[in-house]
């Protein structure tokens, strides 16, 4: 079992900046891939960011140049998210791979308003 615990929300100004974290308890063991979704009001959870056991990277079209994806360790993951947009206003959930089996954490809230 893995848990996963995000944080890092909030309120801000279209232009700016946060900082997501993911914290990771459990069994580590045969994680193929981590990264975080997002689920917007009336919209489908979608890919914002993911990294593979064998490091490769990939975003979504609408966050490439501004978010960036860190995997400190296998318990630590974070996303840089710059030049915030209204459109990126969304719940974001942290998510961990293993196998044909998910982990989700409970989601953090970012919104992006003037």
């Known amino acids: 079992q893995v848990q996963l615990v995000e944080s890092g929300g909030g309120l801000v100004q279209p232009g700016g900046s946060l900082r997501l974290s993911c914290a990771a308890s459990?069994?580590?063991?045969?994680?193929?891939?981590m990264g975080w979704y997002r689920q917007a009001p009336g919209k489908q959870r979608e890919l914002v960011a993911a990294l593979t056991s064998g490091g490769r990277t990939t975003y979504a079209d609408s966050v490439k140049g501004r978010f960036t994806i860190l995997r400190v360790n296998a318990k630590n993951l974070y996303l840089q998210m710059d030049s915030l947009k209204p459109e990126d206003t969304a719940v974001y959930y942290c998510?961990?791979?293993?196998?044909?089996?998910?982990?989700w954490g409970q989601g953090t809230q970012v919104t992006v308003s003037s």
């Open positions: 459990g069994t580590f063991f045969g994680i193929d891939v």
């Open positions: 998510h961990r791979g293993r196998g044909s089996t998910d982990y």
